[in-house]
């Protein structure tokens, strides 16, 4: 149980153009998602909190313009790199916590891996 | 400021041997303690957890965590390192006030010899 998906795994690019990441848990309601990015040999770094029908909460730094949140179901959240440049090249992670429950347990995607030509 | 320290970059280890893999925090009050395995490829696996009660936590694939409150440490430890467990293991704090967002240590990259 409590599995989440990423689609797609890997994703390449051109300069500004805009990609869509989708973060799906499968077996449980999350009514908590939150993004991550990964440079390489780097730890995560938060990127945002997003909570199912509201606007999501980004970190200090984060251009909420361009990395836009959105969480419609309690399933599914949605990170789009909006107008992509080689510096936003990265490993995307997501997470998502169970609506039910006090363990604060966060359940790791297998992450996206985005390339900007 | 909230902090996580992992202060062992990359440790080798010999298959067999036993493991340690130091973390430090520094918060206000005593926050949730995750530790987290890393494989390439593949997405991040929880070990353990300690949110309160007794102080040595066990996870799986025979890890093994200890909380000292009076060195604000949460050391992962395993008795015998198999060639599996060669990966990125994270230390993730995570405070009770803050929707739980976590804080990962920098890692420690684990090599394992034959």
């Known amino acids: 149980g409590a599995v989440v998906s990423q689609h797609p795994s890997r994703v390449i690019c051109k300069s500004g153009t805009s990609v869509k990441i989708e973060c799906r848990s499968l077996?449980?309601?999350?009514?908590?998602m939150f993004w991550y990015r990964q440079f390489p040999k780097q730890s995560l770094m938060l990127m945002a909190t997003s909570n199912e029908g509201s606007k999501a909460t980004y970190e200090q730094g984060v251009e909420k313009d361009k990395f836009l949140i959105n969480h419609a179901s309690l399933t599914l959240s949605t990170l789009t790199v909006t107008s992509a440049h080689p510096e936003d090249s990265s490993f995307y992670i997501c997470?998502?916590?169970?609506?039910?429950?006090?363990?604060?347990?966060?359940?790791f995607g297998p992450g996206t891996r985005l390339t900007v030509t | 400021a909230q902090s996580v320290t992992q202060p062992d970059i990359h440790i080798t280890v010999s298959e067999g041997a036993s493991l340690e893999l130091r973390c430090n925090y520094s918060?206000?009050?005593?926050?949730?303690l995750f530790w987290y395995v890393q494989s390439p490829g593949q997405g991040l696996q929880l070990l353990l957890k300690y949110f309160s009660g007794d102080t040595l936590v066990q996870g799986i694939k025979g890890f093994e965590a200890e909380f000292k409150r009076s060195q604000s440490s949460f050391n992962l430890r395993k008795p015998s390192v198999h060639w599996s467990d060669a990966a990125e293991y994270f230390c993730?704090?995570?405070?009770?006030?803050?929707?739980?967002?976590?804080?990962f240590g920098a890692g420690t990259q684990v090599v394992v010899t034959p």
């Open positions: 993730a704090p995570m405070t009770t006030d803050s929707w739980g967002k976590l804080q």
């Open positions: 077996d449980f309601q999350a009514t908590t």
């Open positions: 918060y206000g009050a005593t926050p949730y």
């Open positions: 997470s998502a916590r169970q609506t039910s429950g006090e363990d604060y347990e966060q359940y």
